[in-house]
């Protein structure tokens, strides 16, 4: 019922994440690995791999990463199940999207109170990505972008949306372009605490990330900044919390220059 969609070019991290589906995953499913040693980009490898897919449901994982939770399939499949306006499904993301070129769960003062979910470094469970730790007890909560280290998605969405491989052409930004397609055609994105999983690489935030995140920015400057409906956030508001977002990173920048 799942088609698993990996951009690959490492076979270890490849056997390793299939042995890990087949373990933890509880339904029928299939793997699609695209190989892909720089010569697509992710959205175009994301792409190919949905042509090739015959599941209602579709998984969007990286490579280098490790399940925890059993079942987990069977979980995201009923909560779709149980609401038909869910579109997108991820364990790390954000409820708040700002006009600043970024996908939005930085370390800025005042980006970080919109962050959700978590992520490991390894199975000691030491935290890569921790937010709203206050709040673990919500599982499930709603957002805007959702982390491209896991997205669940579904083919009535991919009827809809896509991976743009015309404006993003190397391997960043897909996941908040997506998700603001999925969000934008008024499905909801949300993000599920109840997931877990080890994800090996930290990830890299070279000037492809900067300038791939820009054409997002362009692409949908229009209708940011932008919140999930259940904060309830007036225009105002919108435009209140996106000036503190651009002072938070361009703060954080400002300190990076300097060294302090």
């Known amino acids: 019922m799942i088609s698993v969609i990996i951009s690959t070019y490492n076979q270890v991290y490849f056997d390793s994440i299939s042995k890990s589906i087949q373990d933890t995953i509880g339904v029928e499913y299939e793997i699609i690995g695209i190989e892909n040693h720089a ?13 090739k897919a015959k599941y209602p449901y579709l998984c969007f994982v990286h490579e280098d990463v490790i399940f925890l939770t059993n079942q987990w399939g069977k979980r995201l499949i009923s909560i779709m199940e149980e ?16 006009t600043y070129p970024t996908t939005g769960w930085g370390n800025g003062p005042f980006v970080k109170q919109f962050a959700r979910g978590h992520v490991f470094t390894d199975r000691k469970l030491k935290t890569h990505l921790e937010f709203d730790a206050r709040n673990t007890k919500t599982e499930i909560e709603d957002a805007v972008i959702v982390d491209g280290i896991f997205m669940f998605t579904k083919f009535e969405v991919m009827n809809k949306c896509h991976f743009d491989d015309v404006i993003l052409t190397h391997f960043h930004a897909y996941d908040a372009d997506f998700s603001l397609q999925v969000f934008f055609n008024s499905y ?40 999930s409906s259940d904060l309830g956030l007036y225009k105002m508001q919108l435009n209140y919390y996106n000036i503190l977002c651009w002072c938070g990173y361009l703060k954080n920048m400002i300190v990076r220059k300097l060294n302090i």
């Open 83 to 98: 609401d038909s306006t869910v579109g997108l499904i991820g364990v790390v993301g954000t409820k708040f999207k700002s």
């Open 188 to 227: 909801r994105v949300l993000i599920d605490r109840g997931i877990s999983l080890v994800h090996y690489s930290p990830g890299v935030f070279a000037a492809d990330f900067a300038k791939e995140n820009k054409k997002v920015v362009q692409k949908w400057g229009s209708k940011l900044p932008a919140a």
């Open 39 to 51: 010569q697509y980009s992710l959205c175009k490898a994301y792409n190919m791999g949905v042509s």
